[in-house]
């Protein structure tokens, strides 16, 4: 198995950890991220970019896009790596996919991506306001390509369709960590479920996409076998990023990827068959979102590269 180099998470005298120079990012500013901030204010929106803390957040909204968090900003489940509260969700919003889609077609985006909480109270697990969210996006924005990042449903299968009828141009589910992790990181979740949802998701026509996050304490040859999961389950893209702890409450950095350890998984995923694999410290699943709806424009760059 390759040698890669480890950078291990330093504990300050603070008890937190050093991060290394390839994880350090730009406060926001500019006038695209002022921007995006007044509407997102104006329309009284919650955006995963503030809501999970993303470090990319001064450059996409600099650059006039942000990933909207629908169904409220509470979620059901207590995940160890996520910076969304958690508790009881405040009523659905049923003009909230009215107001997303007004704000797509103010900020005049080719490419939007939506996400939302789990909202595991609701029979529906919150499928309905998805698909009209969806519906009102196209209505308002025919020419807006739509990437929606979707809960598990819990394994309601009847909910999950409702997106796939709808049929938004990418449909994500996040992995997160490896099959061993799981329990640990996604407490109500199931590796197996999520890996069906991917499948579900295929078998229905859709072009489909994952996340991982790296430096909770996976091995090399786990993140490889998941890669081979998501080959083998359908999934199109997958997206590769160092995890960074939210607060003190939340699950510690076990070490700093190096860059050239997301270097090679991005080669071992194209192997594998993988269409697109975004990977490197700062990625996160939305970000460059908008390079993912296309079929065959990452592999077929990876393999020119190797002809060169």
């Known amino acids: ?4 180099p480890i950078v291990q998470a330093e504990p300050t005298t603070e008890t937190r950890v ?5 994880l350090r990012v730009k406060l926001p500013t500019g006038e695209g991220y002022r921007h995006v901030r007044n509407l997102v204010d104006t329309h009284k929106l919650h955006t995963i970019c503030e809501s999970g803390n993303c470090p990319n957040m001064g450059e996409c909204w600099g650059e006039g ?4 968090m629908i169904l409220g900003n509470i979620c059901t489940r207590s995940c160890g790596f996520c910076a969304v509260a958690t508790g009881r969700p405040e009523p659905v919003d049923w003009d909230e996919p009215q107001r997303v889609a007004e704000a797509i077609y103010l900020m005049k985006v080719k490419h939007a991506v939506i996400t939302s909480v789990d909202r595991d109270e609701l029979k529906d697990g919150g499928s309905i306001i998805w698909a009209n969210t969806i519906k009102a996006v196209r209505s308002l924005n025919p020419d807006t390509t739509l990437e929606t990042l979707i809960p598990d449903f819990k394994g309601q299968w009847e909910n999950l369709e409702r997106i796939i009828e709808v049929a938004p141009e990418v449909v994500s589910h996040n992995i997160e960590t490896v099959e061993n992790l799981t329990r640990k990181v996604r407490i109500q979740a199931k590796y197996h479920r ?22 909770l304490g996976e091995k090399q040859e786990e993140v490889l076998q ?6 083998d389950n359908g ?3 997958v997206t590769i990023g160092q995890y960074l702890q939210p607060t003190q409450k939340h699950l510690p950095v076990v070490r700093f990827v190096h860059p050239d350890e997301f270097a090679f998984y991005r080669e071992e995923g194209y192997k594998m068959g993988l269409d697109y694999v975004e990977s490197g ?7 460059h979102s908008e390079r993912h709806v296309f079929a065959g424009k990452g592999r077929e760059a990876w393999m020119a590269s190797k002809q060169a």
């Open 18 to 22: 050093k991060k290394p120079n390839w």
């Open 235 to 237: 999934c199109d893209v």
């Open 281 to 287: 410290p700062l990625v996160r699943s939305s970000y």
């Open 226 to 231: 998941t890669l081979q999961d998501l080959a």
């Open 1 to 4: 198995m390759q040698e890669l």
């Open 194 to 215: 999520s890996m069906e949802v991917i499948r579900r998701l295929k078998d229905g026509g859709m072009r489909t996409k994952s996340g991982i996050m790296l430096g």
């Open 65 to 68: 896009t942000a990933t909207f």
